[in-house]
């Protein structure tokens, strides 16, 4: 019974000394952990001094191109088509007959028509002499007057009925594929082709609502199109008066001249809008900006270590990033290993030129 109880005393004591044995260690192996911190060597990295320069602002926006003036071809009246007097695919000139619809049934209601006219303008002389003699009232006369007044309107309504059976162009431009061919009865309703003045185009396009006060009209702006890197230029005409609520952007629209016939409407344009020269602007490279909750940060190196920075920021280009505030002129931003720093680390930095 004595040599079980002295086994259970002698493991107890085992256990016990095992315990404190890791205790130790593990209060040593912190100790020698926090001195080889302090110990560590810089992280190598790469970095730039910030220096102020100028800096030409520009917004990159996608718009569309479309026609200075575009119609469909109708006509107001009904008919069967006459003749057609254009190509299609052709460029036509302002005030061109397009196509004719038969007349025939119109002219002969303007000859009924001007017969009455001319019945009731000899009976509205009559009733005026009459009158003049006291032979028939006043009454009578303005029956007689209203009469030739009714004729001459009714004349005049099937002369314009008429004059819409010739259609023509409203504007020069180029004209399409005609859906229509000669017989072919049409209505108000029935497209005859389109008119398009491709000579100038408009480039409509939205600019966030922070860059509507610099917009001014006659402003330049430059463009390129899907598969193709010429680039055209256009002149700002017309902005719209208020933001749209829902987007928070400003319609702008500019026109540009297309004197070859190299653009087409209803193509997407990459415009081009510059903003105001910034003197002593602050740019540094996109990969030294970490997005974080609230907005971005970097890291600058001050002291052996590095320094985590809040900034905002501007406008970008393809390889910098304006920086509106939280940095300083002279201040070395870390460019690489960026995303394995943390505030305080020591680093050696490379500067770059």
């Known amino acids: 019974m004595k040599i079980k109880h002295l086994v259970y005393a002698l493991l107890i004591l085992g256990i016990g000394g095992m315990i404190a044995y890791r205790i130790s260690s593990n209060k040593k192996s912190d100790s020698e952990n926090g001195k080889g911190q302090g110990n560590k060597k810089p992280s190598r990295v790469s970095g730039i001094v910030v220096q102020p320069q100028n800096f030409a602002d520009n917004l990159s926006l996608s718009g569309s191109i479309e026609a200075n003036e575009q119609i469909d071809v109708r006509s107001e009246v009904s008919g069967i088509v006459e003749s057609i007097n254009f190509s299609e695919g052709t460029m036509v000139a302002k005030g061109q007959v397009l196509f004719k619809v038969n007349d025939i049934e119109l002219r002969a209601q303007l000859a009924q028509a001007k017969t009455a006219q001319g019945l009731a303008s000899e009976n509205e002389r009559r009733a005026k002499l009459l009158l003049q003699k006291e032979a028939i009232s006043q009454e009578e006369y303005d029956i007689a007057s209203a009469d030739f007044k009714s004729a001459k309107a009714q004349s005049q309504l099937i002369s314009a009925q008429i004059a819409k059976t010739t259609v023509r162009a409203p504007f020069a431009g180029k004209i ?26 408009k480039i409509t396009f939205s600019i966030p609502e922070k860059y509507a006060s610099q917009m001014k009209v006659n402003g330049t702006l430059s463009f390129t199109t899907a598969g193709s890197t010429e680039k055209f230029t256009a002149k700002i005409y017309a902005i719209e008066p208020e933001i749209e609520v829902a987007t928070r952007t400003l319609r702008l629209r500019a026109i540009a001249e297309n004197p070859d016939g190299k653009l087409y409407p209803g193509t997407f344009a990459n415009v081009t809008l510059p903003l105001d020269n910034i003197k002593d602007a602050l740019l540094v490279p996109t990969q030294a900006l970490i997005p974080i909750q609230n907005g971005k940060k970097l ?30 002129v002279g201040d070395t931003v870390l460019t690489t290993g960026v995303m394995t720093l943390k505030d305080g680390m020591p680093v050696s930095v490379q500067i770059l030129k």
């Open 176 to 201: 399409g594929l005609r859906s229509i061919s000669e017989g072919t009865y049409v209505t108000p309703t029935t497209m005859i082709a389109k008119l398009v003045n491709t000579s100038r185009l």
């Open 299 to 328: 890291f600058v190196s001050q002291g052996g270590k590095a320094k985590e920075v809040i900034v905002k920021t501007g406008a970008r280009t393809d390889k910098d990033i304006l920086i509106t505030s939280g940095l300083k």
